[in-house]
């Protein structure tokens, strides 16, 4: 299920046709997802910066898919707009995640799908090098605090049997979950923070490393662990 194959088969049930389906894919910061889903014959809709309480809305940016800055907690679009909706290594970093889901259930339509990718509490939770990363700082007073830890102070995980339940209380019915990964990537970003946010802050010179970092991690996702994966993915159902 991990990695941009195992999206795609999940989706092919609304497989486009004459009327394309309509997918957003929410904190899609570099419009990889987006683009793909464009050529595979899908109408894309790209959020970016989505993690905050305060962010302001707007479209922002010229050419491929349409994309808005907007919260993840009051997403600017109507009730029922999407077909889908791609929820990836996003819901961990949100100040409120159960509002969350209830904007994503808002914005799809009855019947539409939501993908959810999340890091797992489970054998490999360890293997977390923001929190890692955290706990460093913290000891040893110094170093740069991690964007994507700054509005909860921490990269939460979930069990597959907490996110199920989360995900029925908004109105979803979850019809699988799966773990993937090793968090062996993990190691890697963690080599980077040390050396762009803690030795010596270089914000630029973290932001180019970490391409090889995203390398890794799209490889990591996609080895099957099953039940003891670095991350867990749901594939829900909005209730019509």
Same mark, same amino acid.
């Given at each position: 299920?991990?990695?941009?194959?195992?999206?795609?088969?999940?989706?092919? #049930?609304?497989?486009? %046709? !004459?009327d394309?389906?309509?997918?957003?894919?929410?904190? +899609? +910061? +570099?419009?990889?997802?987006a683009?793909?889903l464009?050529?595979a =014959?899908?109408?894309?809709?790209?959020l970016v910066a989505?993690?905050?309480y305060?962010?302001?809305?707007?479209?922002?940016?010229? =050419?491929?898919? !349409?994309? &808005?800055?907007?919260? *993840?907690?009051?997403? #600017?679009?109507?009730? =029922?707009?999407?077909?889908a909706? /791609?929820?990836?290594?996003?819901?961990?970093?949100?100040?409120?995640?159960?509002?969350?889901l209830?904007e994503?259930?808002?914005?799809l339509?009855? =019947?539409?799908?939501?993908?959810?990718r999340v890091?797992?509490?489970?054998p &490999?939770?360890?293997?977390?090098?923001l929190?890692?990363?955290?706990? &460093?700082?913290?000891?040893?007073?110094?170093?740069?605090? !991690?964007?994507?830890?700054?509005?909860?102070?921490?990269?939460r995980?979930?069990?597959?049997?907490?996110?199920?339940?989360?995900?029925?209380q908004? $109105?979803?019915?979850?019809?699988?979950?799966? %773990?993937t990964?090793? %968090?062996?990537?993990?190691? /890697?970003?963690?080599?980077? &923070?040390?050396r762009?946010?803690?030795?010596?802050?270089?914000?630029q010179?973290?932001?180019?490393a970490?391409?090889?970092?995203?390398? *890794?991690l799209?490889? +990591?996702?996609?080895?099957?662990l099953? #039940?003891? $994966?670095?991350?867990?993915?749901a594939?829900?159902?909005?209730?019509?």
């Amino acid at each position: 299920m991990g990695g941009w194959r195992g999206i795609e088969r999940w989706l092919a #049930p609304i497989a486009p %046709g !004459p009327d394309p389906a309509a997918v957003l894919t929410v904190c +899609d +910061d +570099d419009g990889a997802t987006a683009r793909r889903l464009e050529r595979a =014959g899908f109408r894309a809709t790209r959020l970016v910066a989505g993690v905050g309480y305060h962010q302001r809305s707007g479209q922002i940016g010229t =050419g491929g898919p !349409p994309t &808005l800055r907007a919260a *993840a907690t009051a997403l #600017p679009f109507p009730n =029922g707009a999407f077909d889908a909706v /791609l929820l990836l290594d996003v819901l961990e970093h949100v100040v409120d995640d159960p509002t969350t889901l209830a904007e994503t259930a808002r914005v799809l339509r009855p =019947g539409g799908r939501l993908v959810v990718r999340v890091p797992q509490a489970g054998p &490999l939770a360890w293997l977390d090098s923001l929190n890692a990363y955290r706990y &460093l700082r913290d000891i040893s007073r110094r170093g740069k605090r !991690p964007r994507e830890t700054a509005k909860i102070g921490w990269h939460r995980h979930y069990a597959a049997a907490e996110l199920t339940r989360m995900l029925e209380q908004a $109105g979803f019915r979850v019809e699988a979950t799966t %773990g993937t990964g090793t %968090g062996l990537s993990e190691a /890697l970003n963690l080599a980077l &923070l040390l050396r762009f946010r803690w030795l010596v802050f270089d914000r630029q010179g973290y932001d180019r490393a970490r391409r090889w970092y995203a390398r *890794a991690l799209g490889v +990591d996702q996609r080895l099957g662990l099953g #039940p003891w $994966g670095r991350w867990v993915t749901a594939i829900a159902t909005k209730d019509p």
